[in-house]
Protein backbone atom coordinates (compact mmCIF):
# COMPACT_ATOMS: atom_id res chain seq x y z
CA UNK A 1 0.00 0.00 0.00
CA UNK A 2 2.66 2.58 1.08
CA UNK A 3 4.83 1.85 -1.94
CA UNK A 4 1.41 2.41 -4.49
CA UNK A 5 0.75 5.52 -2.49
CA UNK A 6 4.53 6.68 -3.53
CA UNK A 7 3.98 5.48 -7.27
CA UNK A 8 0.72 7.66 -7.55
CA UNK A 9 2.10 10.64 -6.08
CA UNK A 10 5.22 10.66 -8.28
CA UNK A 11 2.75 9.48 -11.26
CA UNK A 12 0.18 12.82 -10.58
CA UNK A 13 3.61 14.92 -10.03
CA UNK A 14 4.69 14.09 -13.63
CA UNK A 15 0.93 15.42 -15.08
CA UNK A 16 1.48 18.94 -13.29
CA UNK A 17 2.12 21.06 -15.94
CA UNK A 18 5.47 22.94 -15.92
CA UNK A 19 4.87 26.18 -14.74
CA UNK A 20 7.82 27.77 -16.11
CA UNK A 21 7.62 26.57 -20.54
CA UNK A 22 10.35 27.34 -22.51
CA UNK A 23 10.01 30.17 -24.11
CA UNK A 24 9.27 30.48 -28.23
CA UNK A 25 12.36 32.80 -29.67
CA UNK A 26 11.47 31.83 -33.00
CA UNK A 27 7.84 33.91 -32.90
CA UNK A 28 8.55 36.76 -31.25
CA UNK A 29 5.22 39.19 -30.58
CA UNK A 30 4.50 42.08 -33.52
CA UNK A 31 5.86 45.90 -32.49
CA UNK A 32 3.67 48.43 -32.55
CA UNK A 33 4.08 49.90 -35.86
CA UNK A 34 2.65 53.51 -34.78
CA UNK A 35 6.61 55.23 -34.31
CA UNK A 36 7.57 53.38 -37.39
CA UNK A 37 4.77 55.48 -39.45
CA UNK A 38 5.65 58.51 -37.50
CA UNK A 39 8.99 58.30 -38.14
CA UNK A 40 7.87 57.52 -42.44
CA UNK A 41 5.92 61.06 -42.60
CA UNK A 42 8.57 62.88 -41.69
CA UNK A 43 9.53 64.97 -45.21
CA UNK A 44 7.72 66.43 -48.02
CA UNK A 45 4.19 65.12 -49.65
CA UNK A 46 1.87 67.05 -52.03
CA UNK A 47 -1.37 67.49 -51.11
CA UNK A 48 -4.06 67.33 -54.03
CA UNK A 49 -7.55 67.19 -54.93
CA UNK A 50 -8.80 63.83 -56.78
CA UNK A 51 -8.22 65.30 -60.00
CA UNK A 52 -4.86 66.87 -59.14
CA UNK A 53 -5.72 70.10 -60.60
CA UNK A 54 -5.29 71.75 -57.22
CA UNK A 55 -1.79 70.72 -55.37
CA UNK A 56 -0.02 72.34 -52.60
CA UNK A 57 2.65 71.34 -50.22
CA UNK A 58 2.95 69.98 -46.94
CA UNK A 59 6.05 69.59 -44.77
CA UNK A 60 5.63 67.12 -41.80
CA UNK A 61 8.65 67.66 -39.05
CA UNK A 62 9.53 65.52 -35.97
CA UNK A 63 9.13 67.92 -32.95
CA UNK A 64 6.13 68.46 -31.44
CA UNK A 65 3.67 71.17 -31.80
CA UNK A 66 -0.11 70.96 -30.40
CA UNK A 67 -0.56 67.82 -29.47
CA UNK A 68 0.91 65.99 -32.73
CA UNK A 69 3.86 67.01 -34.25
CA UNK A 70 4.61 70.11 -36.53
CA UNK A 71 3.39 70.41 -40.02
CA UNK A 72 4.49 73.46 -42.78
CA UNK A 73 2.10 73.99 -45.18
CA UNK A 74 2.56 76.08 -47.91
CA UNK A 75 0.85 79.67 -48.17
CA UNK A 76 -1.38 78.80 -50.81
CA UNK A 77 -2.61 76.36 -49.37
CA UNK A 78 -5.81 77.72 -47.83
CA UNK A 79 -6.70 79.38 -51.40
CA UNK A 80 -7.65 75.74 -52.71
CA UNK A 81 -8.55 74.42 -49.62
CA UNK A 82 -10.02 76.90 -46.97
CA UNK A 83 -10.29 74.26 -44.75
CA UNK A 84 -6.41 73.54 -44.58
CA UNK A 85 -6.19 76.89 -42.93
CA UNK A 86 -5.93 76.52 -39.10
CA UNK A 87 -3.69 73.30 -39.66
CA UNK A 88 -1.13 73.22 -37.32
CA UNK A 89 0.04 69.58 -36.77
CA UNK A 90 -0.60 66.13 -37.37
CA UNK A 91 -0.76 62.96 -35.71
CA UNK A 92 -1.00 59.03 -35.88
CA UNK A 93 -3.04 56.75 -34.49
CA UNK A 94 -2.55 53.02 -33.30
CA UNK A 95 -4.49 51.94 -36.51
CA UNK A 96 -2.07 53.92 -38.83
CA UNK A 97 -4.72 56.69 -39.74
CA UNK A 98 -3.63 60.38 -40.12
CA UNK A 99 -5.00 63.03 -38.42
CA UNK A 100 -4.42 66.74 -39.26
CA UNK A 101 -4.47 69.08 -36.18
CA UNK A 102 -5.65 72.46 -35.07
CA UNK A 103 -3.74 74.30 -32.55
CA UNK A 104 -6.14 73.10 -30.27
CA UNK A 105 -4.55 69.48 -30.89
CA UNK A 106 -8.98 68.85 -32.79
CA UNK A 107 -8.38 67.36 -36.16
CA UNK A 108 -9.52 68.89 -39.39
CA UNK A 109 -9.01 66.27 -41.40
CA UNK A 110 -8.50 62.54 -41.28
CA UNK A 111 -7.02 60.78 -43.91
CA UNK A 112 -6.28 56.36 -44.50
CA UNK A 113 -2.82 55.22 -45.68
CA UNK A 114 -4.49 53.09 -49.10
CA UNK A 115 -0.46 52.16 -49.86
CA UNK A 116 3.22 53.08 -48.68
CA UNK A 117 3.43 56.74 -48.92
CA UNK A 118 -0.44 57.59 -50.02
CA UNK A 119 -3.19 58.83 -48.47
CA UNK A 120 -6.31 59.54 -48.72
CA UNK A 121 -9.25 61.34 -47.38
CA UNK A 122 -12.64 62.90 -47.85
CA UNK A 123 -14.82 66.38 -47.01
CA UNK A 124 -18.50 67.18 -48.34
CA UNK A 125 -17.33 70.64 -48.94
CA UNK A 126 -14.09 69.86 -50.82
CA UNK A 127 -14.54 66.27 -51.79
CA UNK A 128 -11.45 63.81 -52.69
CA UNK A 129 -8.13 64.41 -50.78
CA UNK A 130 -5.13 63.00 -51.97
CA UNK A 131 -1.82 62.81 -50.01
CA UNK A 132 1.19 61.41 -51.62
CA UNK A 133 5.13 61.49 -50.86
CA UNK A 134 6.57 64.64 -52.68
CA UNK A 135 8.79 61.72 -54.32
CA UNK A 136 5.63 59.27 -55.50
CA UNK A 137 4.03 62.59 -56.62
CA UNK A 138 3.58 62.40 -60.97
CA UNK A 139 6.12 65.08 -62.47
CA UNK A 140 4.68 67.53 -65.21
CA UNK A 141 6.65 66.59 -68.60
CA UNK A 142 7.76 69.42 -70.88
CA UNK A 143 4.63 68.44 -72.60
CA UNK A 144 2.58 69.20 -69.83
CA UNK A 145 4.33 72.14 -69.63
CA UNK A 146 4.37 73.72 -73.17
CA UNK A 147 1.49 76.23 -74.66
CA UNK A 148 0.99 79.70 -73.50
CA UNK A 149 1.28 81.33 -70.00
CA UNK A 150 0.99 84.93 -68.59
CA UNK A 151 3.26 86.48 -65.81
CA UNK A 152 1.24 88.39 -63.45
CA UNK A 153 2.56 90.25 -60.35
CA UNK A 154 0.65 90.87 -56.89
CA UNK A 155 -3.00 90.81 -57.07
CA UNK A 156 -2.92 88.82 -60.39
CA UNK A 157 -2.46 91.92 -62.97
CA UNK A 158 -1.07 90.56 -65.91
CA UNK A 159 2.75 92.08 -66.67
CA UNK A 160 3.36 89.57 -69.48
CA UNK A 161 2.50 86.58 -71.99
CA UNK A 162 4.84 84.14 -73.07
CA UNK A 163 4.61 80.88 -74.79
CA UNK A 164 6.88 77.67 -73.87
CA UNK A 165 7.45 76.10 -77.02
CA UNK A 166 8.93 72.23 -76.69
CA UNK A 167 12.04 72.57 -78.67
CA UNK A 168 15.59 73.14 -78.12
CA UNK A 169 16.10 77.11 -77.86
CA UNK A 170 18.71 78.87 -80.59
CA UNK A 171 22.00 80.45 -80.38
CA UNK A 172 21.98 83.00 -77.12
CA UNK A 173 19.83 80.90 -74.59
CA UNK A 174 21.30 79.25 -71.60
CA UNK A 175 22.58 75.43 -72.44
CA UNK A 176 19.72 72.92 -72.37
CA UNK A 177 17.47 75.93 -72.42
CA UNK A 178 13.89 74.93 -74.30
CA UNK A 179 12.27 77.89 -76.75
CA UNK A 180 10.52 80.51 -74.79
CA UNK A 181 8.87 83.42 -77.16
CA UNK A 182 8.13 86.83 -75.32
CA UNK A 183 4.93 88.50 -76.70
CA UNK A 184 4.97 92.19 -77.11
CA UNK A 185 4.06 94.48 -74.60
CA UNK A 186 6.10 92.95 -71.26
CA UNK A 187 6.42 94.86 -68.48
CA UNK A 188 9.98 96.37 -67.62
CA UNK A 189 10.20 94.08 -64.62
CA UNK A 190 10.35 91.45 -66.95
CA UNK A 191 12.27 92.77 -69.60
CA UNK A 192 15.19 93.71 -67.39
CA UNK A 193 15.54 90.09 -66.79
CA UNK A 194 14.83 89.24 -70.43
CA UNK A 195 14.35 85.04 -70.03
CA UNK A 196 15.13 83.34 -73.48
CA UNK A 197 14.68 79.28 -72.51
CA UNK A 198 12.92 77.59 -69.90
CA UNK A 199 13.94 73.85 -68.32
CA UNK A 200 11.76 71.86 -65.89
CA UNK A 201 14.10 70.67 -62.74
CA UNK A 202 13.12 68.93 -59.88
CA UNK A 203 10.02 69.36 -60.37
CA UNK A 204 10.30 73.00 -60.88
CA UNK A 205 9.94 75.15 -63.97
CA UNK A 206 12.79 76.93 -64.38
CA UNK A 207 12.76 80.66 -66.66
CA UNK A 208 16.53 81.01 -68.08
CA UNK A 209 18.24 84.04 -69.22
CA UNK A 210 20.85 84.27 -71.20
CA UNK A 211 23.38 85.71 -68.68
CA UNK A 212 22.59 82.54 -66.24
CA UNK A 213 20.29 83.80 -64.01
CA UNK A 214 16.30 82.07 -63.62
CA UNK A 215 13.23 82.32 -62.06
CA UNK A 216 12.22 79.40 -60.24
CA UNK A 217 8.25 78.25 -59.87
CA UNK A 218 6.52 75.59 -57.87
CA UNK A 219 3.11 74.33 -59.26
CA UNK A 220 0.30 75.74 -57.04
CA UNK A 221 -2.41 73.57 -59.56
CA UNK A 222 -1.79 72.82 -62.60
CA UNK A 223 -2.77 76.14 -64.46
CA UNK A 224 -0.87 78.27 -62.02
CA UNK A 225 2.81 78.38 -60.79
CA UNK A 226 4.21 80.82 -58.10
CA UNK A 227 7.71 81.77 -58.12
CA UNK A 228 10.23 80.94 -55.13
CA UNK A 229 10.95 81.67 -52.60
CA UNK A 230 7.60 83.22 -52.29
CA UNK A 231 7.90 87.11 -51.28
CA UNK A 232 5.27 89.49 -50.29
CA UNK A 233 4.76 90.69 -54.04
CA UNK A 234 4.26 86.89 -55.40
CA UNK A 235 4.85 86.66 -59.08
CA UNK A 236 3.22 84.15 -61.37
CA UNK A 237 2.65 81.93 -63.96
CA UNK A 238 -0.51 81.36 -65.17
CA UNK A 239 -1.66 79.25 -67.75
CA UNK A 240 -3.41 81.16 -71.00
Known amino acids: MFAASLCGAAL ?7 SNPPQDLGNPQPQNSKDDDAT ?11 DRDKTCH ?11 RRLDIDKNCP ?10 AWAIDNYGDLHLLDAQGEAVIDLTQVEGGMYDGFSPEEGRYILQTAAAAPVR ?11 ARGAGKTICTLTLANSPAGPGAAADALTLKLKPGCDPFVM ?16 LSARGQSWQ ?23 Q
Do not use: H, Y
Open 192 to 207: RFNPTGWRMQEGELML
Open 40 to 50: AMVGAWEFSNA
Open 58 to 68: FTFRAEAASNG
Open 79 to 88: NLFPSTKNIA
Open 141 to 151: TTTDMAGDWAI
Open 217 to 239: FEENDSNTWQRVPESSDPILLVR
Open 12 to 18: AQGTQPD
